[in-house]
């Protein structure tokens, strides 16, 4: 089992900056990957960005190319999301996942991670 801590989020103005953090503790695999997605109400949960631990590869949502940026931190199994730029349209909740058997083809989807952690508030308004 892997389980998973988040934390980071919070009202902001327009334009503000935030940053996510997603720790994971438990078993990892060579496959292992960490990645970040959100939902609105009222809207399917959406992916934003993951990375593969193995090669460091990285993938972003067109949506948050240029804004968001996923990477790795010195901790050992922890990501951050760091976002810029906010616009009332990424208010939603952000979920961490983790996948012990990614593959890039299915690095976007949901059913792909099977870990999630609680979720945290992202809220954008003036």
């Known amino acids: 089992q892997v389980q998973l801590a988040e934390s980071g989020g919070g009202l902001v103005q327009p334009g503000g900056s935030l940053r996510l953090s997603c720790a994971a503790s438990?078993?990892?695999?060579?496959?292992?990957?960490m990645g970040w997605f959100r939902q609105a109400p009222g809207k399917e949960r959406e992916f934003v960005a993951a990375?593969?631990?193995?090669?460091?590869?990285?993938f972003h949502a067109d949506s948050v190319k240029g804004r968001f940026t996923i990477s790795r931190g010195n901790a050992k199994d922890t990501v951050f999301l760091q976002m810029e730029s906010l616009t009332p349209d990424d208010t939603a909740v952000y979920h961490c996942?983790?996948?012990?058997?990614?593959?890039?083809?299915?690095?976007?989807?949901?059913?792909?991670?099977?870990?999630w952690g609680q979720g945290t508030q992202v809220t954008v308004s003036s």
């Open positions: 996942a983790a996948s012990q058997t990614i593959i890039q083809s299915s690095i976007a989807s949901p059913q792909a991670y099977a870990y």
């Open positions: 990375i593969r631990f193995n090669g460091n590869r990285i």
């Open positions: 438990g078993r990892t695999s060579t496959n292992f990957a």
